[in-house]
C-alpha cells in the first residue's frame, strides 16, 4: 500500500507565499502522474496542478503564473510552491500520486491540508 503525507499549509495573508510537499511511502515500484488538487467549502474538488514522470507539467487557469508543482523522483515526493496567494485559493489541498507497487497498480490520496489566505 502506498501512503501519502502531506505537509504545509497554514493561514497566510493575501499576496503571500505558501509551499507543500507530499511524500509516498510503502514499496512504490513506479510513480506516474503527481498532482495536487483543493476542494473549497460547498465546491468539488478540483485540479490545481500536475506534473508527468519527465516533468511536463500542467496548471489550473487560475493559478498559472502564481503556482508551481514540482517533483523529486528520488525522494517520490511532489511539491507545490504557491505565491501571491488569493482569498479564493482558501481550501484543502489534496496531493495524488499513481502507480504500480508490488501489490499492482494504485491510486493514492494524501490526507489533506488547509490552506488559508485571509487578512
Known amino acids: 500500500q502506498v501512503r501519502l503525507v502531506e505537509s504545509g499549509g497554514g493561514l497566510v495573508q493575501p499576496g503571500g507565499s505558501l509551499s507543500l510537499s507530499c511524500a509516498a511511502s510503502?514499496?512504490?515500484?513506479?510513480?506516474?502522474?503527481m498532482g495536487w488538487y483543493r476542494q473549497a467549502p460547498g465546491k468539488q474538488r478540483e485540479l490545481v496542478a500536475d506534473?508527468?514522470?519527465?516533468?511536463?507539467?500542467n496548471y489550473a487557469d487560475s493559478v498559472k503564473g502564481r503556482f508551481t508543482i514540482s517533483r523529486d523522483n528520488v525522494k517520490n515526493t511532489v511539491y507545490l510552491q504557491m505565491n501571491i496567494l488569493k482569498p479564493e485559493d482558501t481550501a484543502v489541498y489534496y496531493c495524488?500520486?499513481?502507480?504500480?507497487?508490488?501489490?499492482?497498480?494504485?491510486?493514492?490520496w494524501g490526507q489533506g491540508t488547509q490552506v488559508t489566505v485571509s487578512s
Open positions: 510503502g514499496v512504490v515500484l513506479s510513480i506516474n502522474g
Open positions: 506534473i508527468t514522470p519527465d516533468g511536463r507539467t
Open positions: 495524488n500520486m499513481n502507480g504500480y507497487s508490488f501489490s499492482g497498480k494504485y491510486d493514492s
